[in-house]
């Protein structure tokens, strides 16, 4: 597991490692060029020309070394800048640029008519005003002649902590970050224009200061929460999963969630449908039994209560639909004494019913950012533009787990956050949320952790990864427009195959 970081924390921690060890600030800056040069090598050959945008404080100086580098490498470095001023350890760097042969010009069009890559380092993690003048003439010449990017810890014009846009950025193939990633790099529109985050070290140990801050899963963390099967396993080991899901015209929500549940390893899954939906999805969903609700109201809470019971988990939302008549089963959902899974038209529902709030501990709700809007009663882009503060405040007035869905998915338990860093967006697609809460029902009760009060947490994380992991396998085979739930689904065997 590790740990993203905020800009000011960042700035306080290098500031101690340096007080306490008197390693020169230049130092960490030549370790920060090498990760940018070697970014560089991924994306360009030796002998072509790559330029490089440098500013004037420190995210310029390593543009400036890590030009040096390249020129050293054999490649052709052109730099371009926003003011020539550069002190310090800047200073320094852009004096051994020049010295190693690096070329400086005037920013124009004709700068780009020969290079094959661009290095951003304007503007570092600490920018928080709006990007004008120079500047932003600069990354707009840059965006407009099309030649791809990488970036220097994040793109130019993206805020380091909240991931907002503060003038125009460079859509890039790759961001080069130091130490940690920074939390901004996750959060708002910031994925549209990091690319593939690369973490690169600069000297100070990984365990080095206590800045917790959102903490993520890489792939190959992942199967360490997830036990192998034990050789004397049976069905029952992996615990039942009960699913209220689908309705007349949504059969496809119930079927999706229901055979990722089993997919992901559920030993037993019930689905609780209506009479019409039992021939459909005992074609869609062979693997899973069927339990037909009463008409009678009595003798349909009896029936729910009774399998609740005997559930070790239970998901209650995919194609539900927004009946009023469904609040009585939304009660018995809320009494159960397993952890229930709140998705879709289950939330929608207790966004008009706010006197079902709060929902018990255990539970865990699964909005996107339209069913987030409508339970703190705001707007979407409201939403959006503070995810975090949405995630606390979801939290806040459901009181249960919170998985805000979204490119790059955010969860709490109300003391500890966390972010999934990937994004897939061939899961840009409807029934793919279905899936997502069928995974977190299967792996409910399966995670282990050191640490019983962050169990949720690390569950909801591992769910959010195979299902992101799963889609990116999906698309490698289908194309990202032509993934199909299904594929995603049939992808997610695939998985631990790939990081175990």
């Not at 036990?227 to 699913?243: D, E, L, M, Q, W």
């Amino acid at each position: 597991m590790h740990n993203c970081i905020l800009p000011e924390e960042m700035k306080a921690l290098e500031a101690r490692y340096m007080s306490e060890t008197s390693v020169p600030s230049i130092l960490l800056m030549e370790c920060a060029a090498h990760g940018v040069l070697e970014a560089i090598k991924r994306h360009a050959e030796p002998g072509e020309e790559v330029v490089f945008l440098c500013g004037p404080g420190a995210n310029g100086g390593d543009g400036y070394a890590a030009a040096r580098l390249w020129q050293e490498y054999g490649g052709k470095a052109l730099i371009l800048e926003i003011c020539k001023q550069a002190k310090g350890d800047s200073g320094i760097n852009r004096f051994l640029a020049e010295s190693a042969g690096c070329l400086f010009t005037e920013p124009t069009p004709l700068a780009f008519s020969h290079a094959s890559l661009i290095v951003d380092a304007l503007f570092g993690t600490g920018l928080s005003r709006k990007i004008d003048g120079k500047a932003k003439e600069l990354l707009d010449l840059a965006n407009a002649s099309g030649i791809p990017s990488i970036a220097v810890d994040i793109p130019s014009g993206l805020d380091g902590s909240t991931g907002a846009c503060l003038g125009p950025v460079l859509h890039c193939l790759e961001t080069v970050t130091f130490h940690r990633p920074k939390t901004g790099l996750f959060l708002s529109k910031a994925p549209e224009y990091t690319g593939k985050v690369t973490v690169a070290p600069i000297l100070i140990p990984k365990s080095y200061g206590q800045y917790p801050g959102l903490n993520y899963l890489e792939p190959p963390d992942l199967f360490s929460f997830i036990p192998s099967r034990s050789p004397c396993a049976n069905k029952g080991t992996f615990g039942r999963t009960v699913i209220l899901a689908g309705s007349e015209g949504m059969a496809g929500a119930a079927a999706l969630c229901a055979s990722a549940a089993i997919a992901a390893g559920s030993g037993l899954t019930t689905l609780l449908c209506s009479a019409p939906l039992l021939p459909v999805l005992q074609v869609l969903v062979p693997a899973a039994t069927c339990c037909v609700l009463p008409d009678e109201p009595e003798a349909k809470l009896h029936t729910v209560t009774d399998l609740l019971r005997h559930a070790d988990r239970a998901v209650i939302g995919c194609g539900l639909s927004q009946n009023e008549a469904l609040l009585p089963l939304l009660s018995v959902f809320r009494q159960a004494d397993c952890p229930v899974i709140w998705d879709a038209d289950a939330l929608n529902l207790l966004s008009r019913h706010p006197e079902m709030l709060p929902l018990p501990e255990k539970d865990v709700i699964t909005p996107h950012p339209g069913e987030a809007a409508r339970i703190l009663g705001v707007s979407i882009p409201e939403i959006l533009a503070d995810s975090l503060g949405s995630l606390q405040d979801l939290h806040k007035k459901t009181g249960a787990h919170i998985l805000l869905k979204g490119a790059c998915t955010l969860m709490t338990n109300g003391n500890e956050h966390a972010v999934n860093t990937l994004s897939c967006p061939a899961l840009a697609k409807g029934g793919s949320g279905d899936i997502l809460a069928g995974i977190l029902a299967a792996l409910i009760g399966r995670v282990q952790t050191a640490d019983e009060a962050s169990r949720t947490l690390r569950t909801m994380q591992c769910a959010v990864l195979i299902h992101t992991l799963a889609g990116q396998k999906a698309a490698e085979t289908c194309g990202a427009d032509s993934v199909m739930p299904q594929d995603v689904i049939r992808s997610i065997r695939l998985v631990p195959k790939n990081y175990t």
